[in-house]
């Protein structure tokens, strides 16, 4: 039996986004529609390599505009990168090591939810 042929990444990927697009569809088999939302991921696991080489490059903090010291907007927009990498993996709905799928950030807030809603009942009480 011959090893299923992983389509080629989508031009333009770095290195990170390459590796992460071939090791995901070694594994899983995706739909057209599920290919297209991993290449965005791909494609922010990218965006993020570049924003960490700014913040290296040009640290934490930054010279704002009147020449006072302002936090890198490269750390603002990796945080807002890193939602985004987050929802376009839990939309692909892949397990993780246990076969459960990735949850979503609703479903992560739904059960700390719950969990504070039960803190502190005991059975029988």
């Keep these: 039996m011959s090893k299923p042929t992983i389509p080629k990444a989508p031009s333009g990927l770095g290195a990170r986004g390459t590796r992460f697009w071939r090791s995901t ?35 934490s903090m930054v010279t ?28 692909l709905q892949l397990p993780d090591a246990d076969d459960a799928p990735i949850p979503t950030a609703v479903q992560m807030r739904g059960k700390r939810a719950n969990q504070a809603r039960w803190r502190g009942h005991t059975k029988g009480a």
Excluded: K
């Excluded at 290919?35 to 640290?59: K, Q």
């Design 25 to 59: 569809l070694a594994e899983f088999d995706l739909s057209d529609a599920e290919r297209e939302i991993l290449a965005e991921a791909c494609r922010t696991l990218d965006d993020l390599d570049r924003l960490a080489g700014m913040v290296a490059e040009h640290g």
């Design 64 to 91: 704002g505009s009147q020449g006072q010291p302002v936090l890198n907007p490269a750390l603002t927009e990796a945080r807002g990168q890193r939602l985004a990498l987050h929802r376009l993996v839990a939309a």
